[in-house]
């Protein structure tokens, strides 16, 4: 990103704040290729650009095994975590046995409040799935 490398793990988010010029992503195994979920929505401030772990993340455990909904939201960009403009986003990961009424991909769903955006405005987000 401009000029920095970022190595981001399963789970890693990389804020990308607004105004940055050149961005690519690549994968450290051809074999086993990195997956990434990318959100971005129009910025009009401008926020540094930030790598967060899961271990850094904001775990919030909610439902119940009773209800069939237990499960962990780990919150990267929010009010207390990584600075955005408006961009709100973090990942469900669900307990054994829990269900939700909504598509997921390897039992975890993204959630953001992201649009498309115009380039070089806009705060971009990586979320790093690990491999296919």
Wanted: glycine share 8%; aromatic share 8%.
């Amino acid at each position: 990103m401009d000029g920095t490398v970022y190595e981001v793990a399963k789970h890693d988010c990389l804020y990308i704040g607004r105004g940055s010029k050149e961005i690519s992503f690549t994968s450290a195994s051809a074999e086993s290729p990195a997956v990434f979920y990318l959100v971005s929505y129009p910025a009009h401030a401008t926020h540094p650009t930030v790598k967060a772990t899961r271990a850094d993340a904001n775990r919030v455990e909610l439902g119940s095994n009773d209800e069939c909904n237990e499960r962990t939201i780990f919150q990267y960009i929010h009010e207390n975590g990584i600075k955005s403009c408006q961009l709100v986003m973090g990942f469900t990961e669900f307990k054994p046995g829990s269900v939700w009424n909504t598509g997921m991909s390897n039992g975890l769903v993204t959630q953001s409040c992201a649009q498309a955006a115009r380039a070089l405005n806009a705060s971009a987000v990586a979320l790093a799935t690990g491999s296919a």
